[in-house]
Each structure stands twice: as C-alpha cells, then as structure tokens.
C-alpha cells in the first residue's frame, strides 16, 4: 500500500504515504503481582507469556514470535515487540493470564504503538518538579 | 474470525525527502503545525558531551486546547457537551456509540471577541452551565511573560522549566548508509532502530537469541559513541526552528557524511495535531516527527499519526 504523491526528477523531493505497512507494534507493559516480592527474570517473564498464548491459542499461539526488548527486574516492566498481525492474540492472552506460580498477577498495557520511537515520548510519563 | 485477529487500527507514516536548500521545501510550516511538542529527542553521531502535571487524558476526561493561532478546542464527554450548549461535532475516535465530542471555536472570528453573541454564549455556558475547571500548562516566547501576568495573577500558578537528560551512548550499531543520496532501510526499520537507540535497547542480537531478534538494519556500521539529548516539557515550534537552525550550523561545520536526527513528540493527550485536526489516544496517541539531516541539507522526514488522524501536511 504505497503510493508516490509527487515526484519531481530534477528536485531531491520524494514524498511516500505509508498506510498500515508498519511490520511489526510495541506494547509498554508492567506485570503486577499479588506478592510484591517476587523476582522474575526476563527469561521468566518471556516464558510465562509464552505459556499464556499456548494455553489460548494452542501451537499457533506458541508460535507466535514476539521480542522482549527491555526488561526491568525491579520494576517488572517491559517493552515487547510483535509482528503486527498477532498483535491481538498476544494482547488478549496477555489479559487472561491471571495467576503466576499460584498467585494472583496481571498485566498492564501501557503503551501500544506501531512505532517504537513513540513509546519513547509518552507525554503520560511527564512529571512537573 | 482469523482475519479480525489479525487486524488493527489504522497507521499512517509519510516520508518526505527534501532538501534546505529547496526553495519549496516545506519544513517552517510543517514544523509551525505541531503546536503542542512534548519531547524533543536529539541524536548525535561521533559526539560526546564534556561539559503534578494536569493528569487529564483524552479517552477520559474533558481536555482543552488554544493554539497560538487562536483556535480553542474542547474535546468533551457526552454529558459535558450536552451541558455547554455549544455547536460542535462527534469525535472521530468514537466506536459505534458516541460518546465524545469536539467544540472548535476560532477565537478570532467577529462574533468571539469580548461582548459578541458567540463570546458571551460560550462564556455563560462555560461558567454558568457547565462549571469547567481545568489546569492548563502555557507556554510563552522570550519576553512575552509580562502579558501573562495580569492573567495568571487571578490564578494559582507555578513555573516548571524544560527538563533536559543526556546519556552518551557507546558502542553503537547504526545502519551504514545514512547518507543524503541513499537511503537504502525503509523507513519503519529505521524508526525501529532511532527508537531502540533512543530507548537505550540493544540491537546487538542474533536472529536465534531467545529473549529478542532486534537487529540492527544492514548494511551496519558501528560508533563508537553517540550522544543521545531529550528535552521535556511545553515546547514551541519556535523553540525547534531555533534548534534547528544550530543544528544546521553544526553540520555545516562538522566533517563530511555527518547527520544528526532530530525527534519532536507531540502532546498523547492533545485534542489536536498537526494544525487544527482532531487528535485522540485509541492506543498509543503517536503524534511525531522525526528529521534526519545530513551536512549537504537534504533531509528526511518522517511523520506518524495514529488511528482516526488526519494524514500530517
């Protein structure tokens, strides 16, 4: 879906309108749990969202190839990224995945964009000293 | 059902290459467009450095806007606009049900100055019906404050300054051809990687690593270092035009196939974006630009919108 609004040879002007050709979305996320104390690892973390899409969406699910990019242990938040199209079945099991290791967790979605420079200026974030 | 799962809202991303010394080129008055800067985020190649906000958010409350043009935006809840008594027209971002509105009220027309029909209509339904008591954060130029003072003497106010951070940042892999003439990865790969660079995550992976696959796009070089400076706060075009400007005197003078990229985010909670246009959050709010410039003038730039938006100038 590309379309050149306007070419000119003898000008270095180029203008490209590029509509849903993002490949991939980023999602902020934060893992909140019943007992504050527990660590998670990111491989923890990134294993425990994989048993949540299996447990939803079967083989599929697993297979779905999503990236933790970041990952912060004291503060159980993360930045993940995921191929566009399995955007909503990796959000939804996010959902529904309501216990780890028997006790009660869930998972906040901060931020979802297609851009990752965007979730890097939240303007939600901004505190006034 | 597979094929709604696998659907999203709509994203827009328009790359323009274009050069300063272009003499249509358009960058003033796309820059003058984005009233309400958040962030401004600035990379630097080769270059180390020696030397309670209003919680209101647009998918919840009712949120106000005045652009320097003087056009007065109310985005409001059902009840509130019903309320007003105002013309005004659904949101784009409703879903079926509509449940927002917007009011766009152009300040400077006849009938909106003091004791005109729509000024007084507006004022009474402002302080008499609906009672709107919102925190508002101004902004002004240099030397402009003393015509704020008799406005915020009515009002409890505090002064916030821009918060500035800078991290240096080493050891960096960046894609080998920024160059003006070439610019051979798409532009959401390189978004991905001005963003990984940004928010200090490392593309140094291998495509079997199990935590992440984020690679660096090739052909990549690496730099050693690079200084990496954000801004926070209420910021003017004004303020980016003179940013800008010294950024192109730095390249001017810096050595050959240097840039140097230059992000501005828009306000998530703003009613508007890009001129006068309706803004909302659906999911990410993305409202930025982002402007890659090289030292010969040419320069990228890349604007994102998010769902419902109109497409940038």
């Known amino acids: 879906m590309r379309r050149e609004d306007e070419t000119d040879e003898t000008s270095v002007f180029r203008r490209v309108v590029l509509k849903n050709a993002s490949p991939y979305h980023y999602m902020k996320i934060c893992l909140v749990l019943d007992d504050e104390s527990t660590k998670l690892s990111a491989v923890d973390l990134k294993l425990f969202i994989l ?6 969406f079967g083989e599929v699910g697993a ?34 995945l309501g216990f780890y290791q028997n006790q009660a967790c869930a998972f906040r979605v901060l931020q979802v964009s297609p851009y990752l420079l965007s979730l890097t200026g939240n303007s939600r974030e901004l505190k006034l000293d | ?23 249509k080129n358009r960058i003033s008055s796309q820059v003058e467009q984005l009233h309400l800067n958040y962030k401004v985020s600035l990379l630097l190649p080769e270059y180390s450095f020696d030397r309670s906000v209003p919680r209101t958010r647009i998918d919840e409350d009712n949120c106000v806007s005045l652009t320097p043009k003087g056009h007065l935006t109310l985005s409001l809840d059902k009840d509130s606009f019903e309320v007003l008594g105002v013309e005004g027209k659904p949101s784009r ?5 509509k449940k927002r ?14 004791g005109g029909r729509g000024y007084l209509r507006l004022l009474a339904g402002l302080k008499s019906r609906l009672r709107l008591k919102m925190d508002f954060l101004l902004s002004h130029h240099p030397g402009g404050g003393a015509s704020l003072q008799t406005l915020l003497s009515r009002h409890d106010w505090s002064e916030h300054r821009p918060e500035v951070s800078r991290h240096t940042l080493t050891h960096l892999s960046c894609p080998a051809l920024l160059t003006s003439d070439l610019l051979s990865c798409d532009p959401h790969s390189f978004l991905e990687w001005l ?6 995550i490392s593309c140094g992976n291998t495509s079997s690593s199990f935590l992440s696959s984020l690679v660096c796009p090739e052909p990549k070089t690496a730099l050693s270092r690079a200084l990496s400076v954000s801004v926070c706060g209420l910021l003017l075009p004004q303020d980016i035009h003179r940013l ?11 050595h050959l196939e240097s840039w140097a990229c230059l992000t501005v985010h828009g306000f998530v909670d703003s009613p508007v974006s890009w001129g006068a246009n309706e803004h909302g959050v659906l999911r990410g709010g993305e409202n930025f630009y982002s402007l890659l410039m090289f030292h010969d003038d040419v320069y990228y730039l890349h604007q994102a919108t998010g769902a419902h938006d109109t497409c940038p100038p």
């Not at chain 2, 971002?93 to 049900?97: I, S, T």
Request: one cysteine or more; proline letters at 3%.
């Open chain 1, 51 to 56: 048993t949540g899409l299996k447990n939803l």
């Open chain 1, 63 to 96: 297979a779905i190839s999503f990236d933790l990019l970041k990952y912060d242990e004291d503060t159980l938040s993360g930045l993940l990224r995921v191929p566009s199209r399995s955007l909503v079945k990796l959000w939804s099991s996010l959902t529904l």
């Open chain 2, 1 to 23: 059902m597979t094929t709604d799962l696998d659907q999203n809202p709509r994203s827009l991303l328009v790359s323009e290459r274009s050069s300063f010394r272009d003499l």
């Open chain 2, 93 to 97: 971002f409703n879903h079926r049900v």
């Open chain 2, 101 to 114: 509105f917007v009011v766009s009220v152009d300040l400077t027309d006849s009938c909106m100055a003091p």
């Open chain 2, 195 to 200: 963003g990984a660079a940004h928010a200090h």
């Open chain 2, 244 to 254: 800008l400007q010294q950024i192109r005197v730095y390249l001017e003078e810096s």
